[in-house]
């Protein structure tokens, strides 16, 4: 008799966050089981292990080189046919499209891709020295790209635009006051994520004085 197999004991905010994090920095590996999620970070794969209860310890990827980085592994065949399922590909950098993403977790997806392959800048606009904010997301996949800014249209009222820096490599950019709009909705209070960016989304929020509406925000 075959063993039973076990499923991945995470639901939830925490399991659509997952998502989105293997969507951007994870990858599914070619045995039908493994998914691999690497990090610069040492410390948020340990939370993300101690949260969501994974017992695979958090290893050293190309150590000794100027690409060191940390990786964790989740050995699950369940949760791995329910990543393809919802439209995750082994190639995914260049193949991934729309992810079935429930409505009421698409924060948490999108947190998940922010905190993987993404990135929130603040400066000092050169010409009337006031605070400037975007929020950029990168893929290798056009698809997956308009996609996702079609997505966060419909579901956050924010307009983004899309840039595409090579061939193999395409942006997703939001202006200041969509990106407030982000780090107010993705991320909340207590919210599980990469603490840097839960840092400059906190940092993001409380420099709303004298901002007013913009195009990018749809009422």
């Known amino acids: 008799m075959p063993n039973k197999r076990k499923d991945l004991n995470v639901k939830g905010p925490n399991l659509w966050y997952l998502v989105g994090l293997i ?5 599914l590996c070619k045995d039908g089981r493994h998914v691999d999620i690497t990090a610069k970070e040492q410390d948020f794969l340990q939370r993300i292990k101690g949260s969501l209860g994974i017992v ?4 050293i990827k190309n150590r000794g080189t100027s690409k060191q ?6 050995a699950n065949r369940n949760f791995y046919e329910f990543l393809l399922s919802i439209g995750l590909t082994q190639h995914k950098s ?4 729309a992810v079935k993403v429930p409505p009421i977790y698409f924060v948490d997806f999108l947190r998940g891709l922010i905190d993987g392959d993404g990135c929130i800048r603040a400066w000092l606009h050169p010409s009337n020295n006031k605070e400037q904010w975007s929020l950029r997301i990168y893929s290798g996949s056009e698809k997956f790209i308009e996609w ?5 249209g419909v579901l956050l009222k924010i307009r983004g635009r899309i840039h595409k820096q090579s061939d193999s490599l395409w942006i997703l950019k939001y202006g200041k006051m969509a990106t407030r709009v982000v780090a107010n909705k993705c ?4 919210c599980l994520g990469l603490e840097r960016k839960i840092r400059l989304a906190q940092e993001c ?7 007013q509406q913009s195009r990018t925000v749809l009422n």
């Open 23 to 27: 969507a951007s920095d994870g990858c």
């Open 205 to 211: 929020r409380s420099s709303y004085a004298g901002w």
């Open 148 to 152: 996702l800014r079609s997505a966060t």
């Open 94 to 97: 260049l193949t991934l499209g």
């Open 69 to 74: 980085a940390y990786r964790i592994q989740i």
């Open 187 to 190: 991320y909340y209070k207590d």
């Open 56 to 59: 695979n310890k958090v290893c």
